[in-house]
């Protein structure tokens, strides 16, 4: 992530902390209601009401107060928030509740509570030392927040409920919506009620988008939830269904009322289905020899782009955008925005932008920032953003050619470091709360298994909702993060609860265990992973990470590991171990007069005899020569030797293909 991050300082649903302080929170709003809605204490609860269907019935009642249809409140509310209420807790951008009602003041918190490090030894360039700026922390004025960061005093005006209510209570967040979506409606002049097709427009300008194309888009995708049908239970356990309307047709025509003008598309690198804007990362000479802050390429043919890698932005989207446009800065190619999964392209594909920490993955990736902070797990993302996301991951990933797995779609947490120095400093976003089995059910690559459970190789899956291991280090060390949901599993150097956590020599050379820090990757195995199995027993599985044995509790009735089937390497016979590289670069004969020759420095792993892993892509070795403002003077160095990519920790790796042998993981 280029904007830097914090420093790090039987199977029931929802049934850990995070539904423990959902519950709270709903209890607080029963009482809280009363003072807002000037009901009777015991109609107030009823508004409220406990039991697993309580939420379906404040949709049903909001739509009949204000007059909206219930699939269009039903849906909007899905777009934003997959009817979750988090417990109150506001999202990366200040939003609350089933419908994400945005707050001023919230979100100025969020912008406030926002801190930055630097990375140690490399920056994102990941070969030239190059310091990041301060920032300005000034915060905003009130004022100056756009209309989609202010929706929940207009629904308080609206309503005449407290924000109190709103931010606390599903049932008075969801009658805010309703509201809103009303007076949407109203101000366009159409009547109220009537068919879920009437209502497109509203729902464009519900979005709270500068622009109508983002407007629009939003609008589509609310009702493609309608016509597609959703189900779900909630994170404070309520369940909430929305039949499908395969045969809506909305009244699209409604979108241009809103009056906003659409952003250029003109050589924009993105799909039909989304809305994207160019905000040009700057390309220009600086003192001396530097310039910044990407580099000016040919892709594909310079360099074929292998990998997609995903990052959180540790900064709000105004933020993000005045960093990208500093040319002192390092960049990335798109930012997408987590209010309406708007998208905005910084750096052309072909191009090669200084976003991964990791020159080689640079060269040979895409970078793509999301707006959100990753030691805040419950400033939530929403499914928007995901969605939008989504998509532009699957047109890139067909445009380029790149596989949609774990091995290619990686995170910046998934990045190796270059060298032994470098690995302290690698980048820890999207972190251990980005939900990573959901996003790749919205890519159409959902984690099954392909394999027996008895297989020799898994794919690691656990329950995001249900998963809730202890973080600490989100607000101060050592701390206890808020309890939430998670992709990652920890591993641990036995088949016990209280047993060590695997060790990462990389990032603790006295050998000293990992921790739960929320910025320790060191004992961590993400959704979507696939390892090979080097044990088991009852209720529990071992697999090879970072050149051991690391165990994850595996019980039969909450499996958190999908049998896999693919192709294993391991070190060829007759050597005990083999290097581990976080590059592949060329063998020195390789590199042309005038290129000076890169080191092809082994990581502080070994890849033990006896050990497999598994294997990702494969590379022919290549270096980028870009040491200068024109790009007639780089070069792209192609060697003879061949890499194998490998999931060896929480981290992939590079290892030779003339050192190890590849099986199948059947045998």
């Known amino acids: 992530m280029p904007p830097p991050r914090p420093p790090r300082g039987a199977r029931g649903k929802r049934t850990g902390g995070h539904a423990r302080r959902a519950a709270g929170a709903l209890a607080s709003a029963a009482l809280l209601l009363p003072l807002v809605s000037g009901l009777p204490a015991a109609d107030a609860a009823a508004g409220t009401a406990s039991g697993p269907d309580a939420l379906q019935r404040d949709f049903a009642r909001a739509a009949a107060e204000y007059h909206v249809p219930s699939s269009v409140l039903l849906a909007v509310s899905y777009l934003q928030s997959r009817w979750d209420a988090h417990a109150g807790a506001p999202s990366v951008t200040g939003g609350y509740g089933p419908m994400h009602l945005t707050d001023a003041a919230g979100a ?295 596989p949609l797995d774990r091995q290619h779609i990686l995170g910046h947490d998934n990045v190796p470091g270059t060298v032994p120095s470098t690995i302290k400093g690698m980048h820890t976003d999207p972190g251990p709360y980005w939900d990573w089995a959901h996003y790749f059910e919205l890519l159409g690559k959902p984690f099954h298994p392909t394999a027996s459970p008895f297989s020799g190789m898994v794919t690691i899956r656990p329950d995001y909702d249900d998963n809730e291991p202890v973080y600490t280090g989100c607000e101060k060390p050592g701390q206890e993060c808020a309890p939430h949901g998670s992709g990652a599993v920890r591993l641990h150097v036995a088949p016990r609860d209280d047993a060590p956590l695997v060790r990462d020599v990389g990032l603790r050379p006295d050998g000293s265990a990992s921790t739960t820090d929320v910025n320790d990757t060191g004992a961590r195995a993400s959704t979507g992973q696939q390892f090979a199995v080097a044990d088991r027993l009852p209720g529990w599985t071992a697999v090879w990470y970072l050149g051991q044995r690391a165990w994850f509790r595996d019980p039969w009735w909450e499996p958190v590991a999908l049998g896999a089937r693919g192709k294993l390497v391991t070190p060829r016979e007759g050597l005990k171990e083999i290097p581990v590289y976080g590059r592949a670069y060329p063998e020195q004969p390789a590199y042309p007069a005038g290129v000076p020759a890169q080191a092809v420095t082994p990581l502080p792993y070994k890849l033990l005899a006896g050990q497999a892993y598994v294997l990702g892509q494969t590379s022919s070795a290549e270096y980028l020569y870009a040491k200068d403002f024109d790009p007639a003077k780089h070069v792209v160095v192609r060697g003879k030797d061949r890499y194998y990519e490998i999931q060896f920790g929480h981290r992939v790796a590079f290892v030779r293909a003339d050192d190890v042998t590849v099986r199948s993981s059947n045998r």
Not at 134 to 152: H, K, M, N, S, V
Not at 198 to 205: E, H, I, P
Not at 300 to 316: C, G, N, W
């Open 108 to 402: 100025l918190a969020a912008a406030a509570r926002t801190a930055h490090h630097s990375e140690a030894g490399e920056d994102a360039r990941g070969d030239t030392a190059r310091p990041h700026r301060a920032e300005d922390r000034a915060r905003p004025a009130a004022g100056a927040l756009p209309e989609r960061l202010r929706t929940l005093d207009r629904a308080a005006g609206l309503t005449g409920l407290r924000p109190e209510a709103l931010r606390s209570d599903p049932a008075a967040n969801v009658r805010g919506g309703a509201a809103l979506l009303a007076d949407a409606q109203r101000r366009l002049g159409l009547p109220a009620g009537g068919d879920a097709a009437d209502w497109y427009g509203a729902v464009a300008r519900f979005s709270g988008a500068p622009d109508a194309a983002t407007a629009r888009t939003f609008a589509d995708d609310v009702f493609e939830v309608i016509r597609t049908g959703a189900r779900r239970t909630t994170d404070a356990g309520q369940r909430v269904a929305l039949a499908p309307e395969p045969r809506l047709v909305p009244h699209r025509e409604q979108a241009g009322r809103p009056g906003r003008a659409t952003s250029p598309a003109e050589g924009i690198e993105c799909p039909e289905s989304v809305a994207c804007e160019s905000v040009p990362a700057p390309y220009q000479r600086l003192e001396g020899s530097d310039y910044g802050n990407h580099d000016v390429s040919d892709r594909p043919r310079s360099q074929k782009a292998d990998f997609i890698v995903l990052h959180d932005t540790e900064a709000t989207w105004e933020k993000t955008l005045q960093l990208i446009r500093d040319p002192a800065y390092v960049s990335w190619h798109y930012t997408v925005r987590s209010t309406d999964g708007h998208i905005a392209q910084h750096v052309p594909v072909k191009d090669v932008a200084w976003h991964a920490g990791n020159w080689y993955m640079n060269a040979k990736s895409v970078g793509i920032e999301h707006e959100g902070f990753l030691a805040r797990p419950d400033a939530w993302y929403t499914e928007e953003m995901y969605r939008t996301s989504a998509r532009l991951v699957r047109y890139l990933a067909g445009k380029l050619d790149i």
